[in-house]
Structure formats: structure tokens, C-alpha cells
Antibody, heavy 116, light 107 residues
Framework: QVQLVQSGAEVKKPGASVKVSCKAS????????LYWVRQAPGQGLEWMGW????????HTAQKFLGRVTMTRDTSISTAYMEVNRLTYDDTAVYYC?????????WGQGTLVTVSS | DIQMTQSPSSLSASVGDRVTITCRAS??????LNWLQQKPGRAPKRLIY???NLQSGVPSRFSGSGSGTGFTLTISGLQPEDFATYYC?????????FGQGTRVEMK
């Protein structure tokens, strides 16, 4: 069965960086885009961008350009998303989700807390 | 960017009720729409894709309809496990955008 397993919760200081991983299993990793979505506490869902695991091509939402980097390691079927220059507004649960007519499977989420 | 306007933002209902949630897109998105269910502390779960196709394993009391700019999610016979927040997601063009969410609460 398809599974996306994300890395554990992180606490970071303002200005620091965080890298979240998303390990895929149960399907061919290179055949589906992976998307990243975040959700601030008590808020709705916010789309951040995608990575094509086959080519490594990425597309980042305008809001995150220059601050978010998406990469992958096909040898271990894992995608990564790094957010730089963290601010308090980046406190959120970050999800990876597999693309197929939208988003079909979701990771369990990674809570990133930005706190001094 | 395509704006997704979802309504209502919340509703109160009883077990057995028929519930309808709507999403309106600011421009036509064909049928490139998901409906997602999210329970507190959990990741979203897809219920519907291509506006009206039921995700495998999802109960048939959930149904979706619409095309272009207007979409509806219907729950026919609300069950206790259906109390949750529901979101629409358009994947017609980047950036993908979500509705604001509809919280379905117990009356």
C-alpha cells in the first residue's frame, strides 16, 4: 500500500533553516509528482510547490520563491523540502502528498515550530 | 491565482442529516477538483477526485458534483465519524488553491 512517512517534529529559532523528509513506498517513486502543503495552527491548507522525482524539476509558489528548496534522492525514494530564514509565521504542520488527479495520498505531517 | 470560495464556513448537523458544501472557483477549472476531509490532528484524506469520482474505500454516502466554476460535496446520511473539516482543492492550474474549509459540527 502507498505510504508517505515524514520526519519528526522540529523546533527552530528564527532565521534558522529546517529540512523535512518524506519517504515514499508502495508505488514507483519516479512516476508521480510530490507536492508540499502546509497548515498553520488553526488555519487552512496552503500549497507550497512540487517536485518531479524523475527529473528533479521543481515549481515553487511565488510566496516561497528564494526561501524554499525541494530535492529528492531516488535511491531511497525520499523527497526533501528545506525552508530557510524561518520566521514565527512558518510555524505549521508541513505535509507531503502524492500527485494523481490532485493529491491522493498524504504523509502524516511534520510540525515545525519556530520559537526563540 | 484561482480563488476558491467555500461555503458555509461551518455548519451544525445531526446524525442522519443530508449535508451540502459548495465551492466556487473564480475561473473555470473544468472538473479538476478534489474534496478532502480532515480530522483534528490528522492529515487530510481525499474523498473525491475529478469533481465527482469517489476515492477507493470512501463510503458511498459521499458524492461530488459540478464542473467549471461551481462544485458541491454532499453527505447523504451524516455519520458520527463524518464530523470533521472539509476542503476543496483545485488542481487545474498552479498555484493549486484550497477553499477556506467547512467545519461540520454536531448539533
Amino acid at each position: 500500500q502507498v505510504q508517505l512517512v515524514q520526519s519528526g517534529a522540529e523546533v527552530k529559532k528564527p532565521g534558522a533553516s529546517v529540512k523535512v523528509s518524506c519517504k515514499a513506498s508502495g508505488y514507483m517513486f519516479t512516476e508521480h509528482y510530490l507536492y508540499w502543503v502546509r497548515q498553520a495552527p488553526g488555519q487552512g491548507l496552503e500549497w507550497m510547490g512540487w517536485i518531479n522525482p524523475k527529473s528533479g524539476d521543481t515549481h515553487t509558489a511565488q510566496k516561497f520563491l528564494g526561501r524554499v528548496t525541494m530535492t529528492r534522492d531516488t535511491s531511497i525514494s525520499t523527497a526533501y523540502m528545506e525552508v530557510n530564514r524561518l520566521t514565527y509565521d512558518d510555524t505549521a504542520v508541513y505535509y507531503c502528498t502524492k500527485g494523481h488527479f490532485g493529491c491522493d495520498y498524504w504523509g502524516q505531517g511534520t510540525l515545525v515550530t519556530v520559537s526563540s | 491565482d484561482i480563488q476558491m470560495t467555500q461555503s458555509p464556513s461551518s455548519l451544525s448537523a445531526s446524525v442522519g442529516d443530508r449535508v451540502t458544501i459548495t465551492c466556487r472557483a473564480s475561473q473555470g477549472i473544468r472538473n479538476d477538483l478534489n474534496w478532502l476531509q480532515q480530522k483534528p490532528g490528522r492529515a487530510p484524506k481525499r474523498l473525491i477526485y475529478r469533481a465527482s469520482n469517489l476515492q477507493s474505500g470512501v463510503p458511498s454516502r459521499f458524492s461530488g458534483s459540478g464542473s467549471g466554476t461551481g462544485f458541491t460535496l454532499t453527505i447523504s446520511g451524516l455519520q458520527p465519524e463524518d464530523f470533521a473539516t472539509y476542503y476543496c482543492l483545485q488542481y487545474n492550474s498552479y498555484p493549486w488553491t484550497f477553499g477556506q474549509g467547512t467545519r461540520v459540527e454536531m448539533k
